[in-house]
């Protein structure tokens, strides 16, 4: 599943310009999976077991289960505005069943993961800033 990912991180306001782009990279990267375990974790909160085990094992890429997955929940799949943007990016025929699976899943059982992605990104980047302003109180 592609992650929700950070907007532009503002390095320079923060004390952080001196970094080199690797060790930006590691930031970023180390941010951005605390992100993804947050928007993960809101995610849960609505879900049963059975649904958390359907979704896991989809982001899991277990490729059998995702062709079944989508055979047998997602229709005419192929003819999914979904399925066609991960085709249009060139992936492997399995990492866009792997991608649209996870996505179509989310638009059934989340229908407002957008907005959750968008509410938790918008938090953890201002407590982000927050707390390298030297800031440890969230408000």
Known sequence: MTSPGLPDFPFEDVGLAGLSDEEKQRFLAGLN???VLRVGSR???GLSDSQIEEFTRLIDRDEEFVHAWLESNAGQYQDDPI????ASLGLARAEIEAEAAATIWLRSNCPD???IVQQTVREFYA???QRLNGSD???
């Not at 399925?83 to 991960?86: E, G, Q, S």
């Open 33 to 35: 999976e605390e992100l």
């Open 43 to 45: 995610l849960n909160r």
């Open 113 to 115: 993961y957008r907005g």
């Open 127 to 129: 407590e982000c800033i």
């Open 137 to 139: 109180d969230p408000q």
């Open 83 to 86: 399925y066609r943007h991960f």
